[in-house]
């Protein structure tokens, strides 16, 4: 009934809630035309929208919600809810609200005044305002893009994001322990009417952007931490090391280890050098799960959408922790045998098998504490790279974690506490695995390293302080000593991701020279002629590729990136990557070929499959102008004719763009779009790394 007089009575209805805002003393009436929005706004997806098209009805609830007449502030909020059911009501509250002002200048200070109350009990409901308030601020943030995000204010936004850490650290707890956390039907943990995983993406939206990274450490703290006190400096180590053989570093003085080393946060945070590390319980218990993202994601909203209902929950086995040991030439031995979350009593269990020979892997501290995302950001950095991981392992005495195996990424392993020692074998062949590629098998690496053990491989005792370089591809495994306590390292992961590796480089040289060719366009009116010319563009797109999935230098990375082009040596350093350049591109021009591109292209329509999947990742160079690419892709592309009909001229063709290409791209102008790129992937990884870092601090503190 409500809805229908609202629908024909709507300026009289305005009238009356203008007139409560002038004269808010009303409050009876404040209240009722609150109400009304909220009824109307429930009653039908059509009313809803008809409500948040009427500008001034929104800000007039609006207005209501800044009431110093607490039933007339409850009225609003719970109208404000009732509007935000749909996207249009979304966002027209949005747009007015001026959420930095109205949520957290007017609702900050009532928030704060619940803490006391709900520190001590979360399901208290005793006091239903002050739970309204942080439901209905939590569900607008939560609406918010990415860009009105930005819009809030720097110190309000964290002021408000440490109460959510404070409710959300003590429910977790309670989650995680206790066995009468409260749950609602769909078995979701609630503090009050609150979800938790709203609150949790709450934290995390709030993060994003935020300087979480406030012991950060530029890539030359990094760089001499690692390779100034070793016999190879790092000029030496890029040009003959990188990508081709192992390394031991020695750091005898240890002083990346010393309290104002790059680890010497991280050893103050464990404190302790017991037999059985008293810190595991507490790091495990203090850990929440890390989902992973696309690898070709940008968008932090995507990521957000992805993992919203994921983000929050305890440690889960083979995704974030492994329990493992490995006898004598035996396959690994699981302690947990299945992908679950981790309760309580399975962490408690961890030291247990501790004792009984097991290691912990835990993977992702570059998302659980700040002073290894500051390290992890100066790695990645320093190699040009968007980000690097970092995987803490634990064994104790006498004992083998991982069975022999290879990484598809270089890794620096870093030794914290104890020692270790480690066996590096030859890569079985020369080619080096990309990443997310299937990996040999533990079999296979056995055999193809058989012929290694006879003294090919090369063994080294890392000691506290020491690091170790594998490249990506070596086998290796390692073991403690019987008398020698336990060990625990950090290994620091480059991941090469596709677009930054030689070829991707060479990919993104084809895109921007084809982006800018005139001799491409429909200028001429011969419509073969045009087809066969944008066919051969990405016919060369698929001959890179093939070339790229034989011959090494292609796979290797590309360090175009890397903040060492603007150190003191990077004049050398830059003429190195740009001889590089050149180098390949000689193989471009004598290596590719159009039979084989063609008959690639074939197979893959045949196969209904994508000729161009495997540079996908381009789209993010420019997303209208891809989109226009794309349309084109896939109206020409898959049409045979020109090749079926015009075979001879097809060739021709595309020997022509090809040595067009080969003699016309600069590297400047490759690097320019390189950059681009590069940037793009560094700040999805950083969100992602801030929210991350965000919902630990609320554990950790």
């Known amino acids: 009934l409500l809805a229908v007089c609202f629908s024909n009575y709507c300026n009289i209805f ?9 004269f808010i003393s009303y409050a009876e009436i404040a209240c009722k035309s609150a109400e009304i929005v909220g009824a109307a706004s429930l009653s039908s997806l059509e009313m809803n929208e008809m409500i948040a098209e009427e500008d001034e009805t929104v800000k007039g609830l609006i207005s209501l919600l800044t009431s110093p007449k607490r039933e007339i502030s409850m009225a609003a909020c719970n109208a404000v809810l009732d509007l935000a059911t749909t996207s249009v009501g979304r966002q027209q509250l949005l747009e007015f609200a001026a959420i930095e002002n109205i949520i957290f200048f007017n609702w900050l200070l009532l928030a704060v005044k619940m803490v006391a109350e709900l520190s001590h009990d979360p399901n208290s409901t005793e006091d239903e305002y002050p739970i309204l308030l942080l439901q209905c601020a939590i569900s607008l943030i939560n609406y918010c893009t990415v860009e009105q995000l930005q819009h809030i204010p720097t110190e309000l936004s964290g002021k408000f994001s440490l109460l959510l850490k404070r409710l959300w650290g003590q429910a977790y707890r309670r989650k995680l322990c206790s066995s009468s956390s409260r749950f609602d039907q769909k078995n979701e943990f609630c503090i009050s009417n609150i979800r938790t995983n709203n609150l949790v993406e709450c934290i995390f ?36 090391i990188w990508e081709t053989s192992p390394m031991l570093i020695r750091n005898p003085p240890k002083a990346s280890l010393k309290h104002d080393g790059i680890f010497g946060p991280f050893i103050q945070y464990l404190g302790s050098k017991e037999a059985v590390p008293s810190f595991l319980t507490s790091i495990l218990k203090n850990t929440i799960s890390c989902p992973s993202i696309s690898s ?84 990645a950095s320093l190699f040009g790279q968007p980000s690097a991981g970092v995987n ?59 012929k290694s053990d006879g003294g090919e491989c090369q063994e080294f005792l890392l000691e506290e302080g020491d690091v170790l370089y594998i ?35 060479m990919q993104i040289a084809l895109y921007c ?73 000689n193989k471009i021009t004598n290596e590719s070929k159009f039979s084989d591109a063609v008959e690639y292209l074939e197979a893959a329509l045949q196969k209904n499959e ?13 997303v209208e ?59 999805v990884r950083k969100q992602y790394t801030n929210g991350m870092l965000s919902l630990h601090s609320a554990l950790h503190n």
């Open 296 to 379: 070709d994601e940008i968008d932090i909203s995507h990521v957000i959408n992805e993992i919203k209902n994921h983000i929050g929950h305890p440690i889960i086995y083979h995704q974030d922790i492994r329990v493992v040991k490995t006898r004598g030439i035996e396959r690994e031995l699981h302690y947990f045998q299945e992908q679950c979350d981790l309760s309580i009593d399975e962490i408690l269990k961890c030291e247990e098998a501790f004792n009984e020979g097991y290691s912990i892997a835990l993977r992702g501290l570059e998302f659980r504490y700040q002073s290894i995302a500051a390290i992890a950001d100066g790695l």
């Open 392 to 450: 803490m392992y634990l064994t104790p005495a006498n004992s083998q974690g991982l069975a022999r195996h290879s990484d598809d990424h270089c890794v620096f392993v870093c030794q914290i506490i104890g020692v270790k020692r480690w066996k590096v074998f030859p890569r079985p062949d020369f080619q080096l695995p990309r990443l997310y590629e299937p990996c040999d098998s533990w079999h296979d690496l056995e055999n193809k390293s058989r």
């Open 471 to 505: 490249p990506r591809g070596s086998p290796h495994e390692a073991v403690t000593d019987v008398n020698a306590g336990f060990s625990l390292h950090l290994t620091l992961a480059v991941e090469i991701e596709p677009p930054f590796e030689w070829e991707g480089f």
């Open 610 to 622: 994508d000729p161009l999947e495997h540079i996908r990742w381009m789209k993010h160079l420019n």
């Open 625 to 683: 102008e891809e989109k226009e690419r794309e349309k084109s892709s896939s109206s020409n592309i898959s049409l045979a004719d020109p090749f079926i009909q015009h075979r001879d001229i097809a060739e021709a063709t595309f020997m022509e763009v090809k040595s067009k290409f080969c003699s016309e791209v600069e590297f400047q102008n490759v690097e320019r779009y390189y950059q681009v790129m590069l940037e793009k992937y560094k700040k």
């Open 205 to 240: 939206r709030l993060s994003i952007n935020g300087g979480l990274h406030q012991q950060t450490l530029d890539s030359e703290h990094v760089k001499r931490s690692i390779f100034d006190s070793g016999e190879v400096d790092i000029e030496r180590f890029l040009l003959h």
């Open 14 to 22: 305005l009238f009356y809630l203008i007139l409560s805002i002038c």
């Open 513 to 585: 020279w084809g982006t800018k060719q005139k001799d491409i366009q429909d200028t001429s009116g011969d419509s073969v002629l045009y087809n066969l010319r944008l066919l051969s563009v990405r016919l060369l797109h698929i001959a890179i590729k093939l070339i790229g999935n034989t011959n090494p230098e292609f796979r290797k990375a590309s360090l175009v990136g890397s903040k060492l082009l603007c150190s003191d040596a990077g004049d050398r350093f830059y003429e190195n990557q740009k001889t590089t350049f050149h180098c390949l591109f």
